[in-house]
């Protein structure tokens, strides 16, 4: 089945470690995307790629990393220098196109605490 | 800056009854998207709508854009348990006349469904 992976679920840290959160997609999207979701707010995206060996920041990149080596992996890593990363990380792909609005399709999620 | 705002933030209906929760937009809605999330999971994408007066349904839930595109509405009939979770509206952040591909959430509305 074609799909979105994130691993671990759940995954706990201590403060001042980098920690890095793995998305896979066999979807052949072009587009990957990265959101971070907290307690009673909608999602906000934190880094985009819509090619290989190229990406964006979004709107809350700041102490945030992540690569894209190939077309399929695009692992974020959190940083020490972000300061409240406690949060559920989303990954999203979706195909590219300049004709129409495309649909994002979502991973299950992971759930990051860091004390 | 685009901004959504869904209403309302919380709802809790009896089974049987119907629902609306709608998503304004500060500005013209490029693309509109409805998504649902169980709580600690992933997204669901529910529909897509693009043109002004668009309407599109999906087993029991129908949603609606409106003309001037900066509102729109979902509409759930006769509620079930299995309907309840997150219901968030997202839309394409647009960069001058071309897609981008990012999306900007709403907060989301939870549902509640009584048996």
């Known amino acids: 089945d074609g799909g979105i992976t994130q691993s671990p679920k759940y995954l706990f840290r201590k403060e001042g470690q980098n920690v890095t959160l793995s998305c896979e997609q066999n979807?052949?999207?072009?587009?990957m995307y990265w959101y971070r979701q907290d307690p009673g707010q909608g999602l906000r995206l934190i880094y985009y790629s819509q090619i290989v060996n190229d990406f964006q920041k979004g709107d809350i990149a700041e102490g945030y990393s992540v690569s894209r080596e190939k077309k399929e992996s695009f692992p974020l890593t959190v940083t020490s220098a972000q300061k409240n990363p406690t949060a559920f990380y989303l990954c999203?792909?979706?195909?590219?196109?300049?004709?129409?609005?495309?649909?994002?399709?979502f991973g299950p999620g992971t759930r990051l605490t860091v004390t | 800056s685009q901004e959504l705002e869904q209403s309302p933030q919380s709802l809790i209906v009896q089974e049987g009854k119907n629902l609306t929760i709608n998503c304004t937009s500060s500005k013209t809605l490029y693309g509109l998207y409805w998504y649902k999330q169980k709580y600690g999971e992933g997204l669901i994408f529910l529909m897509m709508?693009?043109?002004?007066?668009e309407e599109k349904s999906h087993e029991k839930i129908t949603a609606k854009l409106d003309e001037k595109k900066q509102q729109s509405s979902l509409h759930i009939t006769a509620s079930q348990p299995s309907h309840a979770g997150i219901y968030l509206c997202?839309?394409?952040?647009?960069?001058?006349?071309?897609?981008?591909?990012?999306?900007?959430f709403g907060q989301g509305t939870t549902l509640q469904v009584k048996p």
């Open positions: 997202g839309a394409d952040k647009l960069a001058g006349s071309s897609n981008t591909g990012k999306l900007i």
């Open positions: 709508l693009q043109k002004g007066g």
């Open positions: 979807l052949n999207h072009d587009a």
């Open positions: 999203a792909s979706s195909i590219v196109g300049f004709r129409s609005p495309y649909e994002q399709y």
